[in-house]
């Protein structure tokens, strides 16, 4: 008779089911009322299990943030590598954005209450903007390269709009029970459209 093991699950498929459960508990109790508890039965484990993966709630927003890393440098160099790059990057907040699950803006959104009081939360979510800002500039540099977008226009301006933009979006689809999809995508691939029309620029009297 053989006997029939339960397979071990991979420390790294193990921390994303974690974390993916993080995610759910963050969004049901709020940041900062979740407890370890909460998230551990969200995961179906217990709580001194959890804590051989993460040992606080601040590693586990480290988590989320290196995980979100990930997730954006593939969707980076997806981009790159698109032979429509302009289309790709309208796409991208279309698909990433807009059409994003209600539940990741709520996340996130809660993960920026926390870093308003928690200094280590701040560190992860600055050092995420930064990325995400330099490589959105990186981005617009080469569009413009490939003609994609005006020559004339300024990738750190169109950088920070667009960061803008969708810091906004994400707020608005958090709190708002009555956000509207199909209206916002309208507005925001206006701007978008404008913006890479060379049709937007900073203003010259602040």
């Not at 969200?42 to 601040?58: D, H, I, Q, T």
């Not at 209600?102 to 993960?111: D, P, Y």
């Given at each position: 008779?053989?006997?029939?093991?339960?397979?071990?699950?991979?420390?790294?498929?193990?921390?994303?089911?974690?974390?993916?459960?993080?995610?759910?508990?963050?969004?049901?109790?709020?940041?900062?009322?979740?407890?370890m508890t909460q998230?551990?039965?969200?995961?179906?484990?217990?709580?001194?299990?959890?804590?051989?993966y993460f040992p606080?709630?601040?590693?586990?927003?480290?988590?989320?943030?290196?995980?979100?890393?990930?997730?954006?440098?593939?969707?980076?160099?997806?981009?790159i590598g698109a032979?429509?790059?302009?289309?790709?990057?309208?796409?991208?907040?279309?698909?990433?954005?807009?059409?994003?699950?209600?539940?990741?803006?709520?996340?996130?959104?809660?993960?920026?209450?926390?870093?308003?009081?928690?200094?280590?939360?701040?560190?992860?979510?600055?050092?995420?903007?930064?990325?995400?800002?330099?490589?959105?500039?990186?981005?617009?540099?080469?569009?413009?390269?490939?003609?994609?977008?005006?020559?004339?226009?300024?990738?750190?301006?169109?950088?920070?709009?667009?960061?803008?933009?969708?810091?906004?979006?994400?707020?608005?689809?958090?709190?708002?029970?009555?956000?509207?999809?199909?209206?916002?995508?309208?507005?925001?691939?206006?701007?978008?459209?404008?913006?890479?029309?060379?049709?937007?620029?900073?203003?010259?009297?602040?």
């Amino acid at each position: 008779m053989t006997l029939a093991f339960p397979k071990r699950v991979p420390d790294d498929e193990k921390r994303a089911q974690i974390l993916a459960a993080a995610s759910r508990a963050f969004v049901r109790y709020g940041f900062h009322a979740a407890t370890m508890t909460q998230v551990a039965e969200e995961a179906g484990m217990s709580a001194g299990n959890l804590y051989r993966y993460f040992p606080s709630k601040e590693a586990i927003v480290e988590g989320l943030c290196l995980s979100d890393q990930v997730e954006r440098s593939s969707t980076f160099a997806a981009l790159i590598g698109a032979e429509d790059l302009r289309g790709a990057l309208r796409a991208a907040l279309r698909d990433h954005v807009l059409c994003s699950p209600v539940e990741k803006a709520r996340m996130i959104v809660e993960i920026w209450a926390e870093s308003g009081r928690n200094a280590r939360v701040a560190a992860f979510t600055r050092q995420l903007d930064t990325d995400v800002m330099q490589g959105m500039v990186e981005l617009i540099e080469i569009a413009k390269a490939r003609g994609a977008a005006p020559a004339t226009l300024d990738a750190r301006f169109a950088a920070s709009l667009l960061f803008s933009l969708v810091v906004g979006l994400f707020r608005r689809k958090a709190l708002e029970p009555d956000f509207n999809v199909e209206a916002e995508s309208a507005m925001a691939l206006g701007v978008f459209d404008a913006l890479f029309a060379g049709k937007l620029a900073p203003s010259a009297e602040v």
